[in-house]
């Protein structure tokens, strides 16, 4: 039977709805500068960093380096004036009952986020004290879906890869978590996340007992 010791959780679309600001953040912006884009088309945005997320929505448009520097952090202020909304209330079903049962039983939790904003969501948040490590765009700049964030997370945690879970909504997220050498939790339509070991709609239904039954055999 595999141990696990750890579980290690992406931040935006996992723990809380930021997925969503990333998107009408970027919404907003190809809508201004007329450049076609939609709902469908962000989910290739998932998980990965902002300059890749505006690589995607350009679909090979050239624009200088200066403008796109200015584009960036045009995005980037009209989603830190979503994330200000953001309190408590914000965190989605089911995380709160897991991250507790995780330190009931003994294992670890980490976030590994692609973000450089992931300090600001935690701190609206108030989940701080949830977590035994937690890393971001800001520490680790290779974004997913390379292996990374979760490589530095087990790292801090002092846990072997592979006796770590890492939970995500991005399909880039679940290749990362692959490419790490750990256990994959898929979070999502199966289109998403479907290549993830265990996929699940959300974590609303989940006990940590039953997850830790069908991913000891994985
Ligand atoms: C990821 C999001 O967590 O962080 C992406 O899923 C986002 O949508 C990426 O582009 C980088 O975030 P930020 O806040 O540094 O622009
Ligand atoms: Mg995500």
Redesign the pocket.
Known sequence: MRKITAFIF????VITD??EF??QA?QRLADEEGIPFSRAENEK??????R??LNLMLKGRVISEETAQAW?ER??RY?IDLVKTLDPSGVLPGVKTLLTDLKAAGLLAAIA??????PLVIEKLALGSYFDAIV??LIVTK??PAPDLFLRAAQELGSPAAECVVVE??AA?IDAGKAAGMLTIGLGPQERIGHADLPLPDLSQTHLSDLLKQLQTK
Do not use: F, I, P, Q
């Not at 945005?45 to 902002?50: A, E, K, P, Q």
């Not at 986020?113 to 992931?118: C, D, G, I, T």
């Open positions: 992406d931040l935006d679309g930021t997925s990333h998107y970027w945005l998932r998980g990965v960093s902002r890749e997320s960036m995005k980037n989603y986020s692609s973000s450089k904003n992931a971001d765009g974004s997913k909504d991005a997220g």
